[in-house]
Structure formats: structure tokens, C-alpha cells
């Protein structure tokens, strides 16, 4: 049997223009079924100006791609998951956690948050994760 190995690469932000058009499908999809109000130009526009990082998943070709960002608060920072996308989410996903959960701890963040559908709750409860709030939201016509 051949071991997959993953690879998992924050792009610099110098050649973001050229991994976009490689993940921006994946960002797209993981935005509209987070249900966001950020499009795809948003997200690259954050990741540009260095407030969002961009992550690719690679496992012998490129598989997913991830936002984060870093929210510093006055009781300390947290790592967020903006968006998540890709194809073949079980050979990855621990792999992505544990690279979110290390960079998170390299920047002296307290915690690690991702806001999703309510399947998240279910996939990351076997890394430690657990819900902590809920989302309550009303479309305004």
C-alpha cells in the first residue's frame, strides 16, 4: 500500500496571485456553504493586504485550501478558521488541525475557532474540539 503523505503550505503572500486561481473554486464553495456575506474578492483582498493567511492542502496534488485570520482581543488572541474547502476532507482533515492548532500556538493565541455548519462539531469533536456558542441568524429582506 502507498502512504499518502500531506503536505500543508501557508502560501507567502507574494505568490498568492498565482495559487489563487488553483483554490479560489474551493474557497468559493466552503464561503456559500458557511452561508458567508464575503466573497471570494474579499477574501483575496484580506489575504493580500496580510490580515488573512492562505493555506494549501497537498497530497501529491493540491487537495483543499484554508483561510485564517488572527483576532487579538483584550483578553488575548484566537486563531479563526475563515473558510475551509477541497476534495477528500478524511485523508486531511487531522493534518489541518494540527498545523491550525500549531500556528495558533506559535502566535501566542489562546484558542482556535471555526464558525460552520453544525457538521464541524461532529468531524473536530475527535481532536478536542467542542461547540462553544451558537450562531443565531434572521435574514432581513
Known amino acids: 500500500m502507498t502512504e499518502i503523505v500531506i503536505r500543508i503550505q501557508g502560501v507567502p503572500t507574494d505568490a498568492v496571485p498565482a495559487i489563487w486561481p488553483l483554490v479560489q473554486e474551493w474557497i468559493a464553495e466552503a464561503l456559500e456553504r458557511g452561508q458567508s456575506l464575503d466573497t471570494p474578492d ?20 493540491p487537495a483543499a485550501a484554508f ?49 460552520g455548519r453544525r457538521g464541524w462539531v461532529k468531524r473536530l469533536a475527535q481532536y478536542g474540539w467542542q461547540e462553544d456558542t451558537v450562531n443565531v441568524m434572521k435574514e432581513i429582506a
Open 42 to 61: 474579499d477574501v483575496l483582498t484580506r489575504i493580500l493586504a496580510k490580515e488573512y493567511q492562505l493555506w494549501v492542502v497537498d497530497d501529491g496534488q
Open 67 to 115: 483561510v485564517t485570520r488572527i483576532y487579538s482581543g483584550s483578553l488575548g488572541s484566537a486563531l479563526v478558521a475563515v473558510c475551509l474547502g477541497g476534495k477528500g476532507m478524511d485523508r486531511w482533515l487531522f493534518a489541518v488541525e494540527d498545523v491550525i492548532c500549531g500556528f495558533a500556538k506559535d502566535k501566542g493565541c489562546k484558542r482556535v475557532y471555526l464558525h
